[in-house]
């Protein structure tokens, strides 16, 4: 059960950085990069386990590379400009600080 948790809250983290990335353009990224770390870091504080968090960035990732894609009227959740690319790649590297973080 903790591993579908984990799954929801992961997919849940990324839903939120993609809606709030581009809002009040430099703290809306940076709420959403720090809400993230503290998200997958907590499943692993709550249920224990480092898969738990790996699972979880994989669920982020899924749902944030996925609304870089253009949806069925080409439309882009993720825009090509500097805050979404920074989204991205900064995403990437909170997720593996907050998976090799101590519990």
Do not use: Q
Request: with cysteine.
């Amino acid at each position: 059960m903790p591993l579908f948790y984990s799954i929801i809250v992961g997919s849940a983290l990324g839903a939120g950085s993609v809606f709030l990335h581009g809002s009040l353009k430099p703290f809306g990224l940076l709420l959403s990069l720090a809400a993230t770390c503290a998200g997958v870091w907590s499943i692993g504080r709550i249920w224990g386990g480092r898969s738990l968090r790996i699972m979880a960035g994989f669920a982020w990732l899924i749902v944030v590379l996925r609304a870089g894609f253009p949806g069925v009227s080409d439309e882009y959740l993720i825009e090509g400009t500097s805050v979404g690319v920074s989204l991205i790649n900064g995403g990437f590297l909170i997720l593996l600080l907050a998976v090799l973080l101590p519990v």
